[in-house]
Every structure is written in structure tokens, then in C-alpha cells.
């Protein structure tokens, strides 16, 4: 099975510090293949170099056999990488129905179209109401976006993911912040869609990694020192030293 | 229609009969000042769609006016005094004037706005500014238009069909431009262009997640603005048939930036209404006095300082 | 051209450029420690030319009046933050140069009210008035030497006190860490009010030092605020040192480029194209390089460190 997403020898440092050191990783078509590790361990730092809003030092990034390293962000989405936020990013300004309409927008070429009003635009609409009735926000697409809670905000994050088409969706800790019945939901939600997206999850949340994750890599001061499956993960001596311990 | 659609409309239409009923009924001045102002309001309403609904401050708008006016002025001049008739740009004739002046600021804007639109925030202002003060030093330099002392327009624009020395014609033109730059600023706003452009403002890192090249997207609005403003001066230089590089003078813009802000930023009638307004208090004002600057001025800081939302937003506010 | 002409262009440029920085390095303080853009600075530029113009007629002499109206532009400065720019250091930059921009048309029309509609001139010492020999042939102004001295003097002191005193620490620290400073406890109301008492009493004596040549007039602020503005975007905002480099830079290209672009163009074009092309682009010249640096660096050639 030849990887879908394919990092090789990834650096970057900040100021002397290393975020990612030397950090090699294999993701494979439809599996949700979460990462794990420690406050400060480089976790959010990956998800930027992989979604190109920030460049390594050295090391490459292949997405289906094709080298993007040093692809612009805009690009990378159009080969079908989208990235959700640890921090809510949403355009609060327009309704929730408008950011999930943009989303599916994305996919349909260039929007270098001035004639007609994007709101006309049935198939946008609709697919973008089908979309939240899949989240659970089917009653909200008109609201503006500001007016919804945090929970309902992971949510379009990942109805966002879904409509860009993402065939590797990179979910930056989509249960930050949620609460037990939310989180609840949310794992759901992404065990509805697993085996339709590829998913590389970086998650705080222990429960909803072992029951969400296909594989797990954990990721320690910008290394992964250990890939396999959750039962395996649970295993390692290693990592039960350097995080499990830690609980 | 709800209330606020008809408001506006009733706005508008008042806008376009009331003058030339001043006018007919001897207040010939009225029909002036309304002439000035809705030229003043293309370029508001222009400004709006990058200030707006893109976010992009430009404090540099009085420029693509003054652009504008001297593509109409320049080719007048050489048609009255000789020179550039190989370019076939000594003329009077409107119909190669005002594309000029569409075509010279889109280019304008769109070789600075690459350089601008890299930047952000206050960045983007100050360079907004430099370059807009770029053309009015240029201009001050060239001594066959005038420089400092500023270029007469000895004949009007001449289009087919149109008399532009006729006040009421020329009146006509600017209303009915401007109900087109405002159906055109709809437009595009409500196209899936502009859900790019509001998406940006609100939140640049996300749409480029999602696979648009913001960068590119911002430089075509801004090149659409630029160009509505240059067609707003080239209406202006027929108006005021002298042309100096002071129209292109910062405070111009400022003051461009005043109407889009005190009507109420990103609403489709903001920028008239606020037009509207400031060519009624400049006129009070310096009616009352030598100095109408300094209650002006202490106005300005009062409506940043207290009035969010703009004059719109008041509307809307009782609306709720 | 010959070396005379040369050196005494040079001098002008190094004179304009220092004039600058002591504009451009208050903007590119506030901006820096506080993120506020002022637009009324150059105001303040020429209030303290009107100011040094009155003084120096009630006090009968000019280096009086400029010691007088150093605290008192100063004091200005520590007003404006006061009640203009402190309501608005939450808002966003639009707020800011608006309301500042409201602020140039109240203080320019004050300055007409006061003042009158015409220029000032501002007479000099008879020791300064004069002409001093460089060389056997180069002669220039003496007070032009008086004006590079006394800009590289607050230049100077400005580094100094920047680099080695404790407001310098402060307002170092500042700049790269607000919530840092007030955490420490700093009273940091009064550290805005005097960075911002600091940026004008410097602009003011930027005017101060030009208004015997120029006359105090009301446009003088308005015409060196916007390049005051290049300076910082080609230096990069917030830094210092990027102001003064550039200010110099800046200053030199746009005296160098004034005086000898046509003799330059004329190398390798007609005369009549040289002297019909050369005022235009001398004077888009500060402009195309403004231009060139962002293309090549968006945050200006000394970005300050991350804030």
C-alpha cells in the first residue's frame, strides 16, 4: 500500500529551537492516523509545514508520490489537503450556510466570476445545507457565524473539511475545548466519515484517539519516537515513559 | 421591499430629481453642488469595495481621480495646443478620454497594488499613501501641464448624443454613473468573487486553506476600484473643467475615506449617504466661516471616536 | 559636474536626510511601542517651526527659543496621547489615522487662526547667517552645519538614551512585548505619554531647525509626514536604526537625484529628453526605491525582531 501523504527527514527550527527534528512519517489512504505527544512536542508546527503556511528547513513532504514542499498553501488545497484550526477559524462576518458554501466554492475551479450572486447558486446552497445536516447544524445555516457556540464551531470546521473535498483532512485538535456530550458527538461525527477521508488528527483527547485512530504517532520534543496501533501504542514501554507515564 | 431597501431607494431617486428641480426653479447652484457631490460618491462607493468589503485601507484613492482628470485634460490640452496626435491622444472626444482614464488607473493600480497588497495593515496604508503622493509630485513636475498651477480643460468631454456643458446633461451622466457603480459594487460583492474578498477580510488564513490565492483575488478588486475612481475623475475634471495636482492631495483621500466611514463601511449606501453629508457640512461650514476646518476636524474625531457603524448603522440600529 | 557642486549636494542630502530621521524616528517609536499610527505628526512638525518662530521674536534670539519650545512641543505631544490617541489604541489602524487625520485639520487651522495665513520667516543669529569656508573653494552655509550638527546630536542622543538608559530599556522591552512591561508593573500610561512627548519634541525640533530656511509655514507638516512615511516602510516600522539609514539614504537620493539626474540622463540620451524626463522621475525617484525595497523585503530592510 504506497502512502498518501509521505514525510521524509522534516526540520525546523525557531530561534535554536527545534519544533520538528528530523521527523519522518508515513500516512496511508484512508486511515485516520492520529499524533500525540506532549505540550510544546512540534504538533501544531506539523500541521503548518503540511498545509503550507510554514516552510521546513530541510526535508520533504510528498502527497501522492508528488513533492510539495515548497508548494504555497492555495495550492496544496487544490491537491486536496485542507487544514482545520486548534483556534476556531471561521469567517465570523459571514452566515454559517456562506463559510460552508465558500468551502465547496474552493473546489470548483477559480471564483473569478462577477455575474451571479454566489447566494443564487443552488448546487453551492444545497450541497452546503446537506453538508450541515451531516454535522448536525442543519438548523443554523442561516445564522451568522459569530452567533454559534464553540461546539457548533468545531463542527463547521469540519463540515469546512468535508466540502473543500479534502482527500487528507489535517484536524488540528477539533475537540479543543468541547465539552463530554460534545466530544461525544464529535467522535461520532468523524467515525461517520472514517475510511471516506484520509485524516491525520492531532488530538489531545486520549479516549477519542483510541477509539478514533487507525494508527498512532507520537510525537516527542519534534521526533516521532514511535508509529503503530493503538494496542501497540498502548504497549510501548517507550512512550508509556515519555507520555502515558505522565497521567 | 423591506423599509431599508425602499429608504435607499427613495435616497437615490431624490438624489437625481431633486437638483434639477433647484435647478429649473433658478438655484442653479444647488444642481452644482449636487454634481460635485455625486461624482464624490462614485469614488466613495468605489473605495468602499476594497475598504469595505476587502479591508484593504487605501489612503491613496484621491490619486486614481486626479488619474482620471488628467486623462481628460491631457489629451485637451494637446488638441488646443499640438503634440501627441501620433498616439491619437490629441482629442476632445470623450469616447477615447474616458477609457483612457479607466485604462491608465486600472494599470495604475494594478502595478502598485502588487506591491501594495504584499503588505498588510499599516504597511498597506502608508504605501497606499507614498504612491498616491508618487503621482502628485509627478505630476507637479511636469511644467507643460501646468505642475503646481494646475491644467484648464478649455472643451468638455464630447460624447455622442451628450452635451456636457450643459449642466442638467452633465448632471445626468454622473446620477446615472452612479447608480451603475453602485448596482456594479452589488454585483460583484454578491458574486462568489466577492464572498472570496469578504471571506479574506474576515479571515485571510483560512481562504487560503481552502485553495484561493488571496493575494490575487484582493489585486483584481483593487484594480476595479482604482478603475471605477479613474472613471469618477475623469467625470470630475469635466465638472470643475481645472484640473491641479492638489485634487490628488492626501487630504483628498482622506477626506474619500471620511464619507466611506461616516456613512457606514460595507453597506451599499454608506458611502452616498456619507458623501452626501460631507458636501453638506463642507458647505454650512464654510459658509459660517474662513476656518471651517477646525469644526470639521473636531467632527472627524468625534464620529471615530464615538460613532461606530457609521450614519447606516444608526438606520439599522432603530431598524432592529 | 564638479566636486564642489558635489559636496555641497551631498551636505544638503546628509541635512535633509537627518531632518527626516528626526521626524521619521518619533512615528517609528509610537508605532513601534504603542501600534498607533500617527498622521498628526507632521503637526507637530510644524508647530514647533510656529512656536520657534514666535520665541524667537519675544526672546530675540533663535537657540532661546528653540531650548523654550523643546518641552513645550513636547508638552504638546504628551496631550495628544493624552486625549486623542489613548481612546484609540483598541481600535484598528483605520481608526487611528482617521482620527488623527481629524486632528491635522484642527491643528492646521489653529495654526492659521494663531498665525495667520502666511509663512514666517525666522531670523538667525548674526554668527550663524554667515558663510563658512570648508575648503579653498567649497563654502557652504554655516547654519546648514549647525543643523547636521544638531541632528546628529539628537540623533545620537536618541540611540544613547534608547540603548542605554532604563526608559531606553522600557521602551525596548516594550516594543517587542507590551503585556511584558506592564506585567513588570511599569506605569505604562505615562511610559506612552512619554514616548509620545519624546517623538514630538523631536519632530518639533526638526522644524525648529528647517524654519529659518523654509519660513514656518502650514503645509511644512503635511509635505514631509508622507516622507517620513517612506523612510520607516523602506527602514522597517519600529526600528530605529532602519530609520536613520533610510532617512539618509532617502535624503541623499532625492537632493543627488534632484540636482543631477539631468547630467546623468544627458550621458546616454538628447539633452531635451534628459531635461523633460529627468524633474519627473527625480521626483518619483524616493517612490520607485520605497518601491523596490518592498518587493524585495515587505517588512523594509531592519524589521524589528518579532513582537
Same mark, same amino acid.
Given at each position: 500500500?504506497?502512502?498518501?501523504?509521505?514525510?521524509?527527514?522534516?526540520?525546523?527550527?525557531?530561534?535554536?529551537?527545534?519544533?520538528?527534528?528530523?521527523?519522518?512519517?508515513?500516512?496511508?489512504?484512508?486511515?485516520?492516523h492520529?499524533?500525540?505527544?506532549?505540550?510544546?512536542?512540534?504538533?501544531?508546527?506539523?500541521?503548518?509545514?503540511l498545509?503550507?503556511?510554514a516552510?521546513?528547513d530541510?526535508?520533504r513532504?510528498?502527497?501522492?508520490?508528488?513533492?510539495?514542499?515548497?508548494?504555497?498553501?492555495?495550492?496544496?488545497?487544490?491537491?486536496?489537503i485542507?487544514?482545520?484550526?486548534?483556534?476556531?477559524?471561521?469567517?465570523?462576518?459571514?452566515?454559517?450556510?456562506?463559510?460552508?458554501?465558500l468551502?465547496?466554492?474552493?473546489?470548483?475551479?477559480?471564483?473569478f466570476?462577477f455575474?451571479?450572486?454566489?447566494?443564487?447558486?443552488?448546487h453551492?446552497?444545497?450541497?452546503?445545507?446537506?453538508?450541515?445536516?451531516?454535522?448536525?447544524?442543519?438548523?443554523?445555516?442561516?445564522m451568522?457565524?459569530?452567533?454559534?457556540?464553540?461546539?457548533?464551531?468545531?463542527?463547521?470546521?469540519?463540515?469546512?473539511?468535508?466540502?473543500a473535498?479534502?482527500?487528507?483532512?489535517?484536524l488540528?485538535?477539533?475537540?479543543?475545548?468541547?465539552?463530554?456530550e460534545e466530544?461525544?458527538?464529535?467522535?461520532?461525527?468523524?467515525t461517520?466519515?472514517?475510511?471516506?477521508?484520509?485524516?491525520?488528527?492531532?488530538?489531545?483527547?486520549?479516549?477519542a484517539v483510541?477509539?478514533?485512530?487507525?494508527?498512532?504517532s507520537v510525537?516527542?520534543y519534534?521526533?516521532?519516537?514511535a508509529?503503530?496501533?493503538?494496542?501497540?501504542?498502548?504497549?510501548?514501554?517507550?512512550?508509556?515513559?515519555?507520555?502515558l507515564?505522565?497521567? | 421591499?423591506?423599509?431599508?431597501?425602499?429608504?435607499?431607494?427613495g435616497?437615490?431617486?431624490?438624489?437625481?430629481?431633486?437638483?434639477?428641480?433647484?435647478?429649473?426653479?433658478?438655484?442653479?447652484?444647488?444642481?452644482d453642488?449636487?454634481t460635485?457631490?455625486?461624482?464624490? @460618491?462614485? &469614488?466613495?462607493?468605489?473605495?468602499?469595495?476594497?475598504?469595505? =468589503? $476587502? #479591508?484593504?485601507?487605501s489612503? +491613496?484613492h *484621491?490619486a486614481?481621480?486626479?488619474?482620471? @482628470?488628467? &486623462?481628460?485634460?491631457?489629451?485637451?490640452?494637446?488638441?488646443? =495646443? $499640438? #503634440?501627441?496626435?501620433?498616439? +491619437?491622444? *490629441?482629442?476632445?472626444s470623450?469616447?477615447?478620454?474616458?477609457?483612457?482614464?479607466?485604462?491608465?488607473?486600472a494599470?495604475?493600480?494594478?502595478?502598485?497594488?502588487?506591491?501594495?497588497?504584499?503588505?498588510?495593515?499599516?504597511?498597506?496604508?502608508?504605501?497606499?499613501?507614498a504612491?498616491?503622493?508618487?503621482?502628485?509630485y509627478?505630476?507637479?513636475?511636469?511644467?507643460?501641464?501646468?505642475?503646481?498651477?494646475?491644467?484648464?480643460?478649455?472643451?468638455?468631454?464630447?460624447?455622442?448624443?451628450?452635451?456636457?456643458?450643459?449642466?442638467?446633461?452633465?448632471?445626468?451622466?454622473a446620477?446615472?454613473?452612479?447608480?451603475?457603480?453602485?448596482?456594479?459594487?452589488?454585483?460583484?460583492?454578491?458574486s462568489?468573487?466577492?464572498?472570496v474578498?469578504?471571506?479574506?477580510?474576515?479571515?485571510?488564513?483560512?481562504?487560503?486553506?481552502?485553495?484561493?490565492?488571496?493575494?490575487?483575488?484582493?489585486l483584481?478588486?483593487?484594480?476595479?476600484?482604482?478603475?471605477?475612481?479613474?472613471?469618477?475623475?475623469?467625470?470630475?475634471?469635466?465638472?470643475?473643467?481645472?484640473?491641479?495636482?492638489?485634487?490628488?492631495?492626501?487630504?483628498?483621500?482622506?477626506?474619500?475615506?471620511?464619507?466611506?466611514?461616516?456613512?457606514?463601511?460595507?453597506?451599499?449606501?454608506?458611502?452616498?449617504?456619507?458623501?452626501?453629508?460631507?458636501?453638506?457640512?463642507?458647505?454650512?461650514?464654510?459658509?459660517?466661516?474662513?476656518?471651517?476646518?477646525?469644526?470639521?476636524?473636531?467632527?472627524?474625531?468625534?464620529?471615530?471616536?464615538f460613532?461606530?457603524?457609521?450614519?447606516?448603522?444608526?438606520?439599522?440600529?432603530?431598524?432592529? | 559636474?564638479?566636486?564642489?557642486?558635489?559636496?555641497?549636494?551631498?551636505?544638503?542630502?546628509?541635512?535633509?536626510?537627518?531632518?527626516?530621521?528626526?521626524?521619521?524616528?518619533?512615528?517609528?517609536?509610537?508605532f513601534?511601542i504603542?501600534?498607533?499610527?500617527?498622521?498628526?505628526?507632521?503637526?507637530?512638525?510644524?508647530?514647533?517651526?510656529?512656536?520657534c518662530?514666535?520665541?524667537t521674536?519675544?526672546?530675540?534670539?533663535?537657540?532661546?527659543?528653540?531650548?523654550?519650545?523643546?518641552?513645550?512641543t513636547?508638552?504638546?505631544?504628551?496631550?495628544?496621547?493624552?486625549?486623542?490617541?489613548?481612546?484609540?489604541?483598541?481600535?484598528?489602524?483605520?481608526?487611528?489615522?482617521?482620527?488623527?487625520f481629524?486632528?491635522?485639520?484642527?491643528?492646521?487651522?489653529?495654526?492659521?487662526?494663531?498665525?495667520?495665513?502666511e509663512?514666517?520667516?525666522?531670523?538667525?543669529?548674526?554668527?550663524?547667517d554667515?558663510?563658512?569656508?570648508?575648503?579653498?573653494e567649497?563654502?557652504?552655509p554655516?547654519?546648514?552645519?549647525?543643523?547636521?550638527?544638531a541632528?546628529?546630536?539628537?540623533?545620537?542622543?536618541?540611540?544613547w538614551?534608547?540603548?542605554?538608559?532604563?526608559?531606553?530599556?522600557?521602551?525596548?522591552?516594550?516594543?517587542?512585548?507590551?503585556?511584558?512591561?506592564?506585567?513588570l508593573?511599569?506605569?505604562?500610561?505615562?511610559?506612552?505619554?512619554?514616548v509620545?512627548?519624546?517623538?514630538?519634541a523631536?519632530?518639533?525640533?526638526?522644524?525648529?531647525?528647517?524654519?529659518?530656511?523654509?519660513?514656518?509655514?502650514i503645509?511644512?507638516?503635511?509635505?514631509?509626514?508622507?516622507?517620513?512615511?517612506?523612510?520607516?516602510?523602506?527602514?522597517?516600522?519600529?526600528?530605529?536604526?532602519?530609520?536613520?539609514?533610510?532617512?539618509l539614504?532617502?535624503?541623499?537620493?532625492?537632493?543627488?537625484?534632484?540636482?543631477f539626474?539631468d547630467?546623468?540622463?544627458k550621458?546616454?540620451?538628447?539633452?531635451?529628453?534628459?531635461?523633460?524626463?529627468?524633474?519627473?522621475?527625480?521626483?518619483?525617484?524616493?517612490?520607485?526605491?520605497?518601491?523596490?525595497?518592498?518587493?524585495?523585503?515587505?517588512?523594509?530592510?531592519?524589521?524589528?525582531?518579532v513582537?
Amino acid at each position: 500500500m504506497s502512502a498518501l501523504l509521505k514525510i521524509d527527514g522534516l526540520n525546523k527550527s525557531f530561534g535554536g529551537i527545534k519544533a520538528t527534528d528530523d521527523l519522518s512519517l508515513e500516512v496511508a489512504p484512508g486511515e485516520i492516523h492520529a499524533i500525540i505527544g506532549p505540550n510544546g512536542a512540534g504538533k501544531t508546527t506539523l500541521i503548518s509545514q503540511l498545509s503550507g503556511m510554514a516552510k521546513p528547513d530541510t526535508g520533504r513532504i510528498l502527497f501522492k508520490g508528488r513533492d510539495i514542499t515548497g508548494q504555497p498553501a492555495h495550492k496544496r488545497a487544490g491537491l486536496g489537503i485542507t487544514r482545520s484550526f486548534q483556534i476556531t477559524s471561521l469567517v465570523m462576518e459571514l452566515s454559517v450556510l456562506d463559510n460552508i458554501a465558500l468551502s465547496l466554492q474552493a473546489r470548483e475551479g477559480h471564483s473569478f466570476r462577477f455575474l451571479k450572486p454566489a447566494r443564487k447558486v443552488t448546487h453551492l446552497r444545497e450541497a452546503g445545507r446537506a453538508l450541515l445536516a451531516r454535522v448536525g447544524l442543519e438548523g443554523k445555516a442561516d445564522m451568522p457565524t459569530k452567533a454559534l457556540s464553540h461546539g457548533e464551531h468545531r463542527r463547521m470546521e469540519v463540515a469546512i473539511a468535508l466540502g473543500a473535498g479534502a482527500e487528507l483532512m489535517l484536524l488540528d485538535e477539533p475537540m479543543a475545548g468541547l465539552g463530554f456530550e460534545e466530544s461525544r458527538d464529535m467522535v461520532a461525527l468523524l467515525t461517520g466519515i472514517k475510511g471516506q477521508h484520509t485524516i491525520l488528527l492531532i488530538e489531545h483527547d486520549m479516549d477519542a484517539v483510541f477509539a478514533l485512530a487507525d494508527r498512532i504517532s507520537v510525537l516527542v520534543y519534534g521526533h516521532i519516537i514511535a508509529t503503530g496501533t493503538p494496542e501497540e501504542i498502548r504497549a510501548n514501554a517507550a512512550v508509556q515513559h515519555a507520555y502515558l507515564g505522565e497521567e | 421591499m423591506t423599509r431599508k431597501t425602499l429608504l435607499s431607494v427613495g435616497f437615490i431617486l431624490a438624489l437625481g430629481i431633486l437638483p434639477p428641480i433647484f435647478y429649473w426653479t433658478g438655484n442653479a447652484f444647488w444642481l452644482d453642488l449636487a454634481t460635485r457631490l455625486v461624482i464624490l @460618491a462614485i &469614488a466613495a462607493t468605489s473605495l468602499n469595495l476594497i475598504l469595505g =468589503y $476587502g #479591508g484593504m485601507v487605501s489612503f +491613496g484613492h *484621491a490619486a486614481y481621480m486626479g488619474l482620471g @482628470a488628467y &486623462a481628460v485634460g491631457i489629451p485637451a490640452h494637446h488638441w488646443l =495646443y $499640438g #503634440g501627441l496626435e501620433a498616439w +491619437g491622444l *490629441a482629442t476632445t472626444s470623450g469616447l477615447v478620454q474616458i477609457p483612457l482614464a479607466v485604462a491608465v488607473t486600472a494599470i495604475f493600480a494594478l502595478l502598485t497594488g502588487a506591491i501594495c497588497l504584499r503588505t498588510r495593515g499599516v504597511y498597506f496604508i502608508m504605501i497606499t499613501m507614498a504612491f498616491a503622493q508618487m503621482v502628485y509630485y509627478l505630476i507637479v513636475s511636469i511644467e507643460e501641464y501646468g505642475g503646481d498651477d494646475g491644467l484648464v480643460i478649455d472643451t468638455r468631454s464630447e460624447l455622442p448624443g451628450l452635451d456636457l456643458d450643459n449642466p442638467l446633461q452633465l448632471f445626468g451622466l454622473a446620477w446615472v454613473s452612479l447608480v451603475a457603480a453602485i448596482l456594479i459594487v452589488r454585483m460583484v460583492i454578491n458574486s462568489r468573487f466577492g464572498m472570496v474578498i469578504q471571506g479574506a477580510k474576515g479571515n485571510d488564513e483560512r481562504m487560503r486553506t481552502l485553495g484561493f490565492n488571496t493575494y490575487v483575488y484582493r489585486l483584481v478588486a483593487y484594480v476595479i476600484s482604482g478603475a471605477m475612481a479613474g472613471y469618477a475623475g475623469a467625470l470630475l475634471g469635466n465638472f470643475t473643467t481645472f484640473i491641479s495636482p492638489e485634487m490628488m492631495d492626501w487630504s483628498r483621500s482622506g477626506e474619500l475615506m471620511f464619507m466611506v466611514i461616516l456613512g457606514g463601511v460595507a453597506t451599499t449606501l454608506g458611502p452616498v449617504v456619507g458623501a452626501t453629508v460631507f458636501i453638506v457640512l463642507e458647505e454650512v461650514l464654510s459658509d459660517l466661516t474662513l476656518y471651517w476646518h477646525l469644526p470639521f476636524g473636531l467632527l472627524l474625531i468625534a464620529v471615530v471616536l464615538f460613532g461606530r457603524g457609521g450614519l447606516i448603522g444608526l438606520l439599522n440600529g432603530r431598524d432592529q | 559636474m564638479d566636486t564642489t557642486l558635489l559636496v555641497i549636494q551631498a551636505l544638503n542630502g546628509v541635512q535633509l536626510g537627518l531632518l527626516l530621521f528626526l521626524v521619521a524616528s518619533g512615528l517609528t517609536l509610537v508605532f513601534g511601542i504603542l501600534d498607533f499610527v500617527n498622521l498628526a505628526h507632521g503637526s507637530l512638525y510644524m508647530l514647533g517651526a510656529f512656536i520657534c518662530a514666535t520665541l524667537t521674536f519675544a526672546l530675540g534670539n533663535f537657540l532661546w527659543a528653540v531650548l523654550v519650545a523643546l518641552p513645550i512641543t513636547a508638552g504638546l505631544g504628551f496631550l495628544v496621547e493624552r486625549f486623542i490617541a489613548r481612546p484609540l489604541y483598541t481600535r484598528d489602524h483605520l481608526d487611528h489615522v482617521l482620527g488623527t487625520f481629524g486632528l491635522i485639520l484642527v491643528l492646521d487651522t489653529a495654526a492659521h487662526l494663531i498665525w495667520g495665513p502666511e509663512g514666517i520667516a525666522v531670523p538667525l543669529p548674526e554668527w550663524l547667517d554667515g558663510q563658512t569656508n570648508l575648503t579653498a573653494e567649497i563654502v557652504v552655509p554655516t547654519y546648514r552645519l549647525l543643523i547636521i550638527g544638531a541632528g546628529l546630536a539628537a540623533a545620537g542622543g536618541l540611540f544613547w538614551l534608547v540603548n542605554h538608559t532604563r526608559l531606553g530599556m522600557l521602551i525596548r522591552a516594550g516594543a517587542s512585548n507590551r503585556t511584558m512591561v506592564s506585567a513588570l508593573g511599569i506605569n505604562i500610561e505615562l511610559l506612552f505619554g512619554l514616548v509620545f512627548a519624546l517623538g514630538a519634541a523631536l519632530a518639533g525640533l526638526a522644524g525648529m531647525l528647517i524654519a529659518p530656511i523654509t519660513e514656518a509655514n502650514i503645509g511644512m507638516g503635511n509635505n514631509i509626514i508622507i516622507t517620513a512615511f517612506v523612510v520607516i516602510i523602506v527602514g522597517g516600522i519600529g526600528s530605529i536604526k532602519g530609520a536613520f539609514i533610510a532617512a539618509l539614504l532617502i535624503g541623499l537620493i532625492d537632493t543627488m537625484g534632484r540636482a543631477f539626474l539631468d547630467d546623468i540622463f544627458k550621458i546616454f540620451m538628447s539633452n531635451e529628453a534628459a531635461e523633460t524626463s529627468a524633474p519627473a522621475i527625480s521626483a518619483m525617484l524616493i517612490y520607485i526605491i520605497m518601491a523596490t525595497v518592498l518587493a524585495v523585503k515587505p517588512q523594509g530592510l531592519f524589521p524589528p525582531k518579532v513582537r
